[in-house]
C-alpha cells in the first residue's frame, strides 16, 4: 500500500466555482417574473436522481416555508423513480399548487416529477422522456468488458413477440420462446424487470393523482410513458405531452431565456475539475446535483483522489471527502458548511 500514497509534490487542486451570488440574483428575478418561489433542481452528467436529494431538498424548504405555488426548474436525465415520488410529495407539503419549468432536458425519473406537478412549461429546447423502467441485476447478462448490462421489459417482450411471430410462420408447434430465452436471460431477472415496470406504471399513477382526479386518464398517461416509445430516451417535446394528456404549455420567451442563464450558471459549477500530479495520481473535483432556492443552495460535491493500481489495470478511489455542501444567507452574512446526510 506504501506506493499508493500520494506523492510529495506540491500541486495546487482545482477548484470549483461556487456562484452562489450570480445564481440567487437570477433566482430573485425569475421569482418576481412569475410571481412566486422558485425551487431549483440541476443534475450534471455524472449526477442522480437519488435518495439523499429528499434530505438536501428539505434543508431548502425548510428556509423557504409554505406558499401557494411553488415554481420548480428541472434539469435531469433521471435516476430513482421511486425518489421522485418522495420529492414531489415534499414540495407539495410546502404548498397547494405545484409548477414545473423545463426548459432543457427532463428525462426518466425527472419526467416523473414533472408528472406530479398541476402545470409543465416547456421551452424550446425541453423534452421529456419515457420512464419504461430498465434493470441492472446481479444475474443480468454480461456484456465484452464482463460487465452486467441494462436489460428492459420492452426489449424482452419485443423478442418474445418477433421470436413467436418467427415460428408461427415456420413450425405448426411453436417452440416455447421463454425456454430458449431463458439460455441468455436468467428467469429471476425476467421476473425483477417484469417487477420494476409494474412499479413505474404504479408510480406515474401515484404522481398524475395528486392533480388528476380521473383514474382512467391517468392509467393511460401512465401506460403511454411506460410501453408506447420504442426508446427510453426518446424526446417527447410538447405537442407530444399535450397529446398523450399532460397539462403541458410553451414557457413564456423571458422566463426560459433567465433559465439558461441559470443553467449555465450551474453548469460552470458543476464542470469537471481533473487534478493530475503524475501518471498514476489525481484529484477529481465535480459538483453533481445542485438544490437552491431564495437565501439557501445545497449541492453535492464529488470530492476524491485516484491511484491507478497498474496489476488491475483501474483507477481506486483515496481520500474521498465527497458529500452535500451547504450555503446560506443569513442577514447580511454568507454562511458555509457541510450537510451530513447519512
Same mark, same amino acid.
Given at each position: 500500500?506504501?506506493?499508493?500514497?500520494?506523492?510529495?509534490?506540491?500541486?495546487?487542486?482545482?477548484? *470549483?466555482?461556487?456562484?452562489?451570488?450570480?445564481?440567487?440574483?437570477? =433566482?430573485?428575478?425569475?421569482?418576481?417574473?412569475?410571481?412566486?418561489?422558485?425551487?431549483? $433542481?440541476?443534475?450534471?452528467?455524472?449526477?442522480?436522481? @437519488? +435518495?439523499?436529494?429528499?434530505?438536501?431538498?428539505?434543508?431548502?424548504?425548510?428556509?423557504?416555508?409554505?406558499?401557494?405555488?411553488? $415554481?420548480?426548474?428541472?434539469?435531469?436525465?433521471?435516476?430513482?423513480?421511486?425518489?421522485?415520488?418522495?420529492?414531489?410529495? *415534499?414540495?407539495?407539503?410546502? @404548498?397547494?399548487?405545484?409548477?414545473? *419549468?423545463?426548459?432543457?432536458?427532463?428525462?426518466?425519473?425527472?419526467?416523473?416529477?414533472?408528472?406530479?406537478? !398541476?402545470?409543465?412549461?416547456?421551452? /424550446?429546447?425541453? $423534452?421529456?422522456?419515457? &420512464?419504461?423502467?430498465?434493470?441492472?441485476?446481479?444475474?443480468?447478462?454480461?456484456?465484452?468488458?464482463?460487465?452486467?448490462?441494462?436489460?428492459?421489459?420492452?426489449?424482452?417482450?419485443? &423478442?418474445?413477440?418477433?421470436?413467436?411471430?418467427?415460428?408461427?410462420?415456420?413450425?405448426?408447434?411453436?417452440?416455447?420462446?421463454?425456454? #430458449?430465452?431463458?439460455?441468455?436471460?436468467? /428467469?429471476?431477472?425476467?421476473?425483477?424487470?417484469?417487477?420494476?415496470?409494474?412499479?413505474? =406504471?404504479?408510480? @406515474?399513477?401515484?404522481?398524475?393523482?395528486?392533480? %388528476?382526479?380521473?383514474?382512467?386518464?391517468?392509467?393511460? %398517461?401512465?401506460?403511454?410513458?411506460?410501453?408506447?416509445?420504442?426508446?427510453?430516451?426518446? /424526446?417527447?417535446?410538447?405537442?407530444?405531452?399535450?397529446?398523450?394528456?399532460?397539462? #403541458?404549455?410553451?414557457?413564456?420567451?423571458?422566463?426560459?431565456?433567465?433559465?439558461?442563464?441559470?443553467?449555465?450558471?450551474?453548469?460552470?459549477?458543476?464542470?469537471?475539475?481533473?487534478?493530475?500530479?503524475?501518471? &498514476? +495520481?489525481?484529484?477529481?473535483?465535480?459538483?453533481?446535483? %445542485?438544490?437552491?432556492?431564495?437565501?439557501?443552495?445545497?449541492?453535492?460535491?464529488? !470530492?476524491?483522489?485516484?491511484?491507478?493500481?497498474?496489476?488491475?489495470?483501474?483507477?481506486?478511489?483515496?481520500? !474521498?471527502?465527497?458529500?452535500?455542501?451547504?450555503?446560506?444567507?443569513?442577514?447580511?452574512?454568507?454562511?458555509?458548511?457541510?450537510?451530513? &446526510?447519512?
Amino acid at each position: 500500500m506504501k506506493n499508493e500514497q500520494l506523492p510529495a509534490i506540491e500541486i495546487k487542486v482545482k477548484q *470549483l466555482p461556487v456562484l452562489f451570488s450570480k445564481t440567487q440574483a437570477l =433566482i430573485g428575478k425569475l421569482s418576481t417574473r412569475l410571481g412566486g418561489p422558485l425551487v431549483t $433542481y440541476w443534475n450534471g452528467s455524472r449526477g442522480s436522481v @437519488c +435518495h439523499s436529494d429528499v434530505v438536501a431538498l428539505y434543508h431548502v424548504l425548510e428556509r423557504l416555508g409554505q406558499h401557494e405555488t411553488i $415554481y420548480l426548474f428541472l434539469k435531469s436525465d433521471g435516476g430513482s423513480g421511486q425518489t421522485s415520488l418522495r420529492l414531489v410529495n *415534499l414540495l407539495r407539503q410546502h @404548498c397547494r399548487r405545484l409548477v414545473a *419549468l423545463v426548459p432543457l432536458e427532463c428525462a426518466s425519473a425527472a419526467t416523473m416529477i414533472a408528472l406530479g406537478a !398541476d402545470g409543465i412549461q416547456m421551452g /424550446p429546447t425541453a $423534452y421529456l422522456t419515457a &420512464v419504461d423502467t430498465s434493470l441492472n441485476h446481479a444475474l443480468s447478462p454480461v456484456d465484452r468488458d464482463n460487465d452486467r448490462v441494462s436489460v428492459s421489459l420492452n426489449e424482452l417482450q419485443r &423478442v418474445i413477440r418477433l421470436w413467436r411471430e418467427q415460428q408461427g410462420q415456420d413450425q405448426a408447434t411453436p417452440e416455447n420462446a421463454y425456454k #430458449a430465452l431463458f439460455q441468455y436471460v436468467h /428467469p429471476l431477472v425476467i421476473g425483477a424487470v417484469d417487477r420494476a415496470e409494474s412499479l413505474s =406504471i404504479m408510480l @406515474c399513477r401515484e404522481l398524475l393523482a395528486y392533480h %388528476i382526479a380521473d383514474a382512467a386518464k391517468a392509467e393511460a %398517461i401512465s401506460t403511454a410513458l411506460n410501453g408506447k416509445y420504442p426508446s427510453h430516451s426518446y /424526446p417527447i417535446l410538447l405537442d407530444e405531452a399535450v397529446k398523450i394528456g399532460l397539462h #403541458a404549455q410553451r414557457m413564456p420567451a423571458d422566463v426560459n431565456t433567465l433559465l439558461l442563464q441559470l443553467n449555465a450558471c450551474y453548469s460552470e459549477m458543476g464542470q469537471k475539475a481533473t487534478t493530475d500530479f503524475d501518471e &498514476v +495520481h489525481a484529484h477529481s473535483n465535480e459538483i453533481v446535483n %445542485i438544490w437552491e432556492s431564495a437565501d439557501a443552495q445545497v449541492y453535492y460535491q464529488q !470530492d476524491k483522489d485516484w491511484f491507478y493500481r497498474a496489476e488491475e489495470r483501474r483507477w481506486i478511489t483515496l481520500n !474521498d471527502n465527497s458529500g452535500w455542501r451547504r450555503i446560506e444567507r443569513v442577514g447580511k452574512r454568507i454562511k458555509r458548511g457541510a450537510l451530513h &446526510v447519512a
